[in-house]
């Protein structure tokens, strides 16, 4: 590992205590990996980051990969302490704040797939994986950002594809700590209600008939997602009239009918 320019990202930033203590890597297992193992030797303080200009073992929810070539990505990791407030939320609060920043900083709108994709021009643009002890949560974070991206993925885009122009990768970045650290201490200070009021508002899930698939790909339900609860659970309606909670930890979703791709008209305006 060797270090990337720290004052390109450092000098964007505009936080009070979020990515105050930063390491820049130009190469990285993944970003989170190097908290958690932080954390084992030494005192890390709360909003500590890492930004990494590559990841070779970048993960995603439910085992899943994410790919993170060169230079191509924001790929970064946020260390918060969050006691005993549910963790859960803590992915809608990830993503309610990287979709500002890229509103902020490239004008585009994203939209919400539940838990916590940013959708574009209905593909998904960055993943995040919130992982967690008894004291200690790891927000990770990938966004595709430059025009090429692994030809596999047909499900995904950039926001420089979307945007038709480059992006600046430190000052999203610096963009996303911002916000982050906003609506970390909103949900502390004011609880889940504006947080998930910010969610519902970019929603591309709510109103629409979903399906939650288990890792494997197997259906465990369809029906209308109606909301999300106070924990970040999804409600479904089911045909039957009685509504489910759904919880994000084991599951994925998608648009019954539609696959991957919301509605039209949301997914992205
Ligand atoms: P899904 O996106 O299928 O609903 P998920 O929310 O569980 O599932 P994430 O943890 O957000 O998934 O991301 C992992 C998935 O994203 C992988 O299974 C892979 O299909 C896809 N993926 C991996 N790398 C990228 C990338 N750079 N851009 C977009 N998608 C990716």
Redesign the pocket.
């Known amino acids: 590992m060797w270090a990337m320019d720290y004052d390109e990202w450092a000098l964007e930033l505009t936080t009070r205590w979020m990515a105050r203590d930063l390491e820049c890597l130009s190469r990285v297992s993944s970003t989170s990996q190097r908290l958690r193992q932080r954390l084992q030797t030494e005192n890390v303080p709360l909003g500590a980051a890492v930004i990494a200009d590559e990841q070779t073992a970048g993960r995603?929810?439910?085992g899943?990969?994410?790919?993170s070539p060169a230079k191509m990505?924001l790929y970064t990791s946020f260390l918060l302490y969050p006691g005993d407030r549910l963790s859960g939320l803590l992915s809608l609060v990830a993503a309610v704040a990287l979709s500002q920043a890229i509103e902020a900083e490239t004008g585009l709108a994203p939209k919400l797939k539940w838990p916590n994709?940013v959708l574009l021009g209905g593909k998904?643009c960055t993943?995040?994986?919130v992982e967690s002890s008894s004291n200690w949560a790891i927000i990770g974070i990938?966004v595709?950002v430059g025009e090429s991206?692994p030809p596999a993925?047909t499900?995904?885009t950039t926001l420089s594809r979307q945007l038709g122009a480059p992006v600046h990768r430190p000052r999203l970045w610096a963009q996303l700590a911002g916000f982050l650290e906003q609506w970390y201490e909103r949900w502390l200070t004011d609880g889940s209600r504006p947080v998930l009021q910010a969610w519902r508002e970019r929603s591309a899930t709510i109103g629409h008939s979903v399906e939650i698939l288990h890792p494997d790909g197997r259906p465990l339900l369809t029906g209308r997602a109606v909301d999300v609860g106070d924990d970040g659970a999804l409600l479904v309606e089911c045909n039957n009239g009685t509504v489910r909670r759904v919880l994000a930890g084991e599951v994925?979703?998608r648009f019954e009918g539609r696959g991957y791709a919301p509605p039209s008209g949301d997914a992205s305006s």
Not at 64 to 67: E, L, V
């Open positions: 995603g929810r439910l899943r990969g994410w790919q990505g994709d998904k993943g995040i994986l990938g595709n991206l993925l499900n995904a994925s979703l």
